[in-house]
């Protein structure tokens, strides 16, 4: 157990930072108004920068579907808009980010290895710009050839919600690519998804957020969604499809959102939000 919790935690670090996995410990432990607290800690690291911050990373949905329907997510449980992203477009943001060091996430309400297209989008993504490739995955797909296509071109992650399972069945090429294993468990869920999930009752907490401060989320329509819990794509930061990346990122759109969180006033999807801020 420990094998797999240590690898996934130091991923996490590596990509999110010490804030982000010390608030996951305290919702774990259930202690969320510690994650608040180091929400409103973040929140004066952001307060010069609302009108363009530094992107850190951006999630691209090549394709909104997923195989599962897991219990703490709202995908397969509520309608939510859903197609797949053309080449030109996904060319049209990897050319946009041909100098970005960040991530590059190719996934975002879905499942990235329903999309056949993936392992040239991975490569493209890879090879066209200075970005880290990630791809999160359920792993039910991910087989020995898939893993020897992604894996030079890509971080994989996989989130094991099938108690084990895959993770057993992954186990021995897991080590050979570097995959890490992180055990999700079949019914665990941290948030209320912003109220889209159906079991959880949403909830306006007065705190900083600091995900549009750092994060881009493009779904398969272009369409810029404010955050990944933003499931029927209620509250739209611009189209990537009409406008450029840098356009939504300094829009007049994102940067009021962004005031508002740094007031601590949640309104829209973030008054439904649990998420603590980080
Ligand atoms: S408060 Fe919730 S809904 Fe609002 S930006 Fe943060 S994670 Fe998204």
Known sequence: ???????????????????DVASLGFRIAGFQAGAVALSNIARKSY?????????????????????????????????MPKGRMTDRLFESLIDQLREFEGEIRLYLRNEPLLD???????????EQTKGKVVIQTNGSLLTY?????????????????????????????????????ANRGSDKGLS??????????????????????????????GQAALCCQDWTLEEIMGDASVSTLEEIWTGSTIVNKRKELLERKRTGLCAKCDYPGV
Do not use: W
């Open 116 to 126: 056949k297209r993936i392992f040239d989008f991975a490569k493209t993504a890879d």
């Open 1 to 19: 157990m420990i094998s797999r919790v240590l690898p996934y935690v130091a991923t996490r670090f590596q990509s999110k930072g010490v804030l």
């Open 47 to 79: 307060a010069g920068s609302v009108n363009n911050p530094a992107l850190k990373a951006i999630q691209i949905e090549t394709l909104a579907f997923c195989n599962y329907k897991c219990s703490f997510c709202p995908t397969n449980q509520i309608e």
């Open 192 to 221: 209320n998804r912003a109220g889209n999930l159906p079991s959880a009752k949403p909830k306006k907490l007065d705190a900083f957020c600091n995900r549009p401060f750092n994060q881009l989320y493009i779904a398969y329509n």
């Open 145 to 181: 050839e898939a893993a020897q296509k992604l894996a030079p071109h890509a971080k994989i992650v996989v989130n094991d919600y099938t108690d084990g399972e895959v993770g057993s069945r992954i186990e021995e090429f897991a080590k050979e690519f570097d995959i890490v294993i």
